[in-house]
């Protein structure tokens, strides 16, 4: 499989936001959002066997991995990465981009789905396969990056449409309107998480720890 890059850092997003974690980010991506901040996965990385990957996160101090991208689905070999990593006993989350099917992944305590739902200022909001919302459960979170008004109320229509059963979160692109978001939210009355990205809070836009 082609990666990215591997890194040590603290998750900087969703549920388990602050934890040391084991990035592993493939390369490549089916989107192009307008505002994306790792145009880098497009292309760069290098081929690694599954067995020099997990060599790579062994040296690492934690139980804790995060598969990222780009869209780390794109590459039929994450599902054995992932299959493999679970039977090492890893805490896994992965980050999907929402416009794959999700059927074929598993079903475990140890394994978080982190799925993006685009709203319409990534440009990519008609990408999305919707049907994948059915698929998430209690375990997972789904991920709303939020730029404008225009973002939000289609966020809050997706969530009224769908009652996702998983845990919600939004964020603001960038940082960019994380009080008027919180406003919103609190006007609302919405059952989300409200989070920043803490890595960019941390170490503004530097690529990786």
Known sequence: M???EIFYSLQGEGLTMGIPTAFIRLTGCNL???WCDTLFAYDEGKEMSIEEVIAAIGEMET???CI???EPLAQAEALDLI??????NYLIVLETNGSLNLELLPCSDNFMISMD????SSGMAENMVLDNLELLGPNDQLKFIISDDIDYQYAKSIMASYEP???IVMTPVGGSCLKTLAEWVLRDGLAVRVLPQLHKLIWGNERCR
């Open 2 to 4: 082609k990666i990215n």
């Open 32 to 34: 192009r959002c307008e």
């Open 63 to 65: 139980n804790q991995i």
């Open 68 to 70: 990222t991208g780009g």
């Open 83 to 88: 299959e493999e990593l679970l039977e090492m």
């Open 117 to 120: 739902i685009k709203c319409p």
């Open 165 to 167: 059963a998983c845990n």
